[in-house]
């Protein structure tokens, strides 16, 4: 598998498993009516570092992206998303981004990583954990999730 970073012309075979993903409102506390035209602002915004992970056919299976958290003094705490296609899970495509995602952020002389809003029912909770995330604290019942009703965000944390 290439991971590499992303260029304007990925964007089209993202937003399918973007939209897939957004639309079954399971695992992202984004409007799971976005259109195209947001989600491409959402995930390829100018601030963000996007990469894209292929297949050895060349197919995009998954993506990532990092930014900045916060902003000013706060500038070098990171945040980062990962989609993987749902038709790909399971493949370990999901941790080669996030290892790959936690070297760039290093590199860039980030310190820390945080994610805002994870899903409690989300199994990349496992993932992250694994990773050396740990939950910092959870929002109970913030999330309406469509099978489990509602359900606690988290907030985690790992150090870089």
């Known amino acids: 598998m ?13 937003w399918p498993f973007w939209h897939r993903i957004v639309a079954a409102a ?11 035209e947001d989600a491409r602002a959402l995930w390829m915004g100018p601030a963000k570092c996007v990469y894209v992970a292929e297949d050895d056919t060349g197919a995009v299976v998954g993506s990532a992206y990092v930014t900045p958290n916060y902003g ?9 998303g990962f989609m993987v296609d749902p038709d790909r899970s399971g493949l ?4 080669a981004l ?6 760039a952020a290093t590199a860039a002389g980030y310190r820390a990583m945080v994610f805002n809003a ?4 989300n199994p990349a ?12 604290g959870t929002v109970p019942e913030a999330y309406e999730h469509p099978r489990h ?8 944390y790992r150090a870089l």
């Open 98 to 103: 996030a290892e790959h995602v936690l070297r």
């Open 2 to 14: 290439l991971i590499r970073e992303a260029t304007a012309g990925d964007w089209p075979r993202i």
């Open 92 to 95: 370990g495509i999901g941790r």
């Open 26 to 36: 399971e695992t992202y506390a984004w409007d799971p009516d976005t259109s195209e």
């Open 149 to 156: 009703g509602p359900v606690g965000l988290h907030i985690m």
């Open 118 to 121: 994870v899903v409690e029912t």
């Open 125 to 136: 909770v496992g993932l992250w954990t694994s990773l050396g995330f740990r939950i910092l």
């Open 72 to 80: 000013g003094p706060a500038a070098r705490v990171a945040n980062a």
